[in-house]
């Protein structure tokens, strides 16, 4: 055997060997994990029949509460008549026209006046002093916002619509 083929053999040996002290240097610690687990495993209790039929005794149960339930609009705290919404006769066509304009599409009544209101594209939920579309809102009610832009006074009714008026309305 010539020295190139001694060399190379060495070479070979001396790096499978390597490669095999990283290898074990790496997978002893999973290994150790491994065994660990596996302890814990055999010690702790897992689910048991006992706790399935537990589970499923507890979801039978809140399904027979649903299936029980009566809504009652007098037993509510909220009313659905204090939401209202904008569809109209058109529906989703009527509030896509004129995206860029301000329309009031509903208006929530509760501890505080607010109102969803679609300008530019975007929708916001706006209460008494809030700004949109470049005027103040003043006064939300549940026909209608004020918002004062400048000098005008402009009322947006839930049907989109808008009448200018010339006096401001007073703040309060």
């Known amino acids: 055997m010539s020295n190139r083929s001694r060399t190379i053999w060495h070479l070979l040996i001396f790096l499978t060997i390597l490669s095999l002290i990283i290898t074990a240097v790496v997978a002893y610690p999973v290994q150790r994990d491994w065994r660990k687990a596996q302890i814990r495993a055999q010690e702790e209790r897992f689910g048991t029949d006992q706790d399935l039929e537990d589970v499923i005794e507890f979801l039978e149960q809140r399904l027979d509460q649903r299936n029980r339930y009566q809504f009652t609009l007098e037993?509510?705290?909220?009313?659905?008549?204090?939401?209202?919404y904008l569809?109209?006769?058109?529906?989703?066509?009527y509030r896509m026209r004129n995206k860029d304009k301000l329309r009031v599409t509903a208006i929530i009544d509760g501890k505080q006046q607010q109102a969803l209101?679609?300008?530019?594209?975007?929708?916001?939920?706006?209460v008494v002093g809030d700004s949109v579309g470049g005027g103040e809102v003043v006064w939300i009610d549940a026909d209608e916002v004020?918002?004062?832009?400048?000098d005008t006074e402009i009322h947006y009714q839930l049907s989109g619509l808008y009448i200018p008026s010339?006096?401001?309305?007073?703040?309060?």
């Open 166 to 172: 010339e006096s401001l309305r007073e703040k309060n």
């Open 87 to 93: 569809y109209g006769g058109g529906g989703m066509a």
């Open 75 to 84: 037993a509510e705290p909220m009313h659905l008549t204090n939401v209202i």
């Open 117 to 126: 209101i679609q300008y530019d594209k975007q929708n916001y939920r706006v």
């Open 146 to 150: 004020v918002i004062v832009k400048g």
